[in-house]
């Protein structure tokens, strides 16, 4: 798909998602945007955006979000994993979940070695325990969005660390008269995997919350001074923030720092840097964008891919688009693709980022925009690993 192609589809999902969604025709006449402009790159940060507040449960206009008669054809609402304690909900049908599905799959095709590894170890559950996680909004069901994409990983083994601790729930429902289910890293399995793993130089991917690899195999790390030598076929890749120490529910109490866990991880299985992906998304927006280690700037380097959309950054206070380097600003996914279902064609998010080149990664040659993430707006509350997660859960 060429680059050009999603500047013109972009100017037809505007014009029809107005056209069937009144809150998005509203958003577009309060800026007196005019359906019959040309999307060209100058012109992106005119495009009427949705600020992610509107996705808020708080706010309650999550509904309204639905374009023509989606909510009829709606099987369940998509939920943030909720860092602030308040979570986007929004509704994708089939086609457009199909289209997030896609996008995170090419991430980490591009990135890392998906398509070859068979072998996985998710710091995250298996389906038995996500379609338990749900809520309900206007009498359907609402889960996860990893609920969506986790059968990008069919055919493989995967080995789900995540799991269900009845003792500790029992003990948890006696000690605070509250029905809630503790869930935790199986440590026990996690390192019976990177024995076996070793001991047969199995190729392997080792993914997810980079706050969970950090907690637990910070203290594997810090208990028995364990080194692997998985030098030839180890890949790790990271996805779904959590940095700042607080992910979901679950309040570490302190920021993961991104150099620190790289040099600890290379040590840890006698890896070189080139063997991270990370993965940058969001709830609201089908985008995903991949990224590689940078040595020269001690973090990851997001790309966006052009042939899928385009990202805006606008000052923290004007909310006027930024078209330089170097300055930090809010982070606007666009993109014509996968967004049938609802106004997502232009989403405002809470991250703050930093773009590094409009045009192509000076580092990897792959050409489209690369940004780095610097924090949010919003602060991530959390609830505390107390309220359902086990961070204690790591036995040897």
């Known amino acids: 798909m060429s680059f050009s192609k999603v500047l013109d589809d972009l100017s037809i999902v505007i014009r029809e998602t107005a056209g069937d969604c009144e809150l998005y025709k509203k958003q577009s006449n309060e800026v007196e945007f005019d359906f019959d402009t040309t999307i060209k790159e100058s012109n992106l940060g005119e495009i009427p955006y949705i600020p992610w507040s509107f996705f808020k449960q708080s706010n309650n206009i999550f509904k309204e979000l639905l374009r023509g008669n989606t909510f009829d054809r709606l099987n369940y609402w998509m939920e943030s994993s909720s ?14 979940i199909e289209v997030l599905k896609a996008n995170y799959n090419d991430v980490f095709n ?16 298996g389906m038995s325990i996500i379609k338990k996680i749900r809520h309900n909004f206007y009498g359907k069901n609402a889960y996860l969005l990893y609920k969506s994409i986790v059968d990008i990983w069919d055919g493989k083994n995967v080995n789900f660390l995540l799991q269900f601790f009845p003792g500790k729930t029992v003990r948890k429902m006696i000690t605070t008269f509250k029905a809630r289910a503790v869930i935790g890293i199986n440590g026990k399995l996690l390192k019976s995997e990177l024995n076996r793993v070793e001991k047969k130089n199995i190729p392997t991917i080792m993914a997810n919350s980079p706050l969970w690899m950090h907690k637990v195999l910070n203290d594997y790390y810090q208990k028995e001074n364990r080194t692997f030598d998985l030098s030839e076929n180890f890949y790790i890749i990271t996805g779904g923030g959590g940095w700042d120490g607080t992910k979901g529910r679950v309040k570490l109490g302190h920021s993961v720092n991104k150099g620190e866990f790289i040099e600890r ?8 840097t080139d063997k991270f992906c990370d993965n940058f998304a969001a709830t609201e927006s089908p985008l995903a964008c991949g990224g590689h280690w940078s040595k020269q700037h001690n973090d990851f380097l997001l790309h966006v891919n052009h042939s899928k959309g385009r990202i805006v950054l606008r ?49 990897c040659g792959r050409e489209g925009a690369i940004f780095r993430v610097l924090g949010r707006l919003t602060p991530s509350i959390g609830k505390g690993c107390s309220s359902i997660f086990s961070l204690d859960s790591f036995k040897l």
């Open 83 to 96: 860092t602030c304690g308040d979570p986007s909900i929004l509704g994708r049908l089939d086609s457009d």
């Open 110 to 125: 591009s990135f890392s070695k998906k398509e070859e590894v068979k072998n996985l170890i998710l710091f995250a559950p």
């Open 315 to 363: 000052d923290i206070d004007s909310l006027e688009p930024i078209k330089t380097t170097g300055k930090p600003g809010i982070l606007e996914l666009i993109t014509p693709y996968g967004v049938d279902s609802y106004a997502g064609v232009a989403v405002l998010l809470d991250d703050v980022v930093q773009v590094e080149n409009w045009k192509r990664c000076p580092e």
């Open 265 to 272: 991880m290379c040590d840890m299985f006698n890896i070189s």
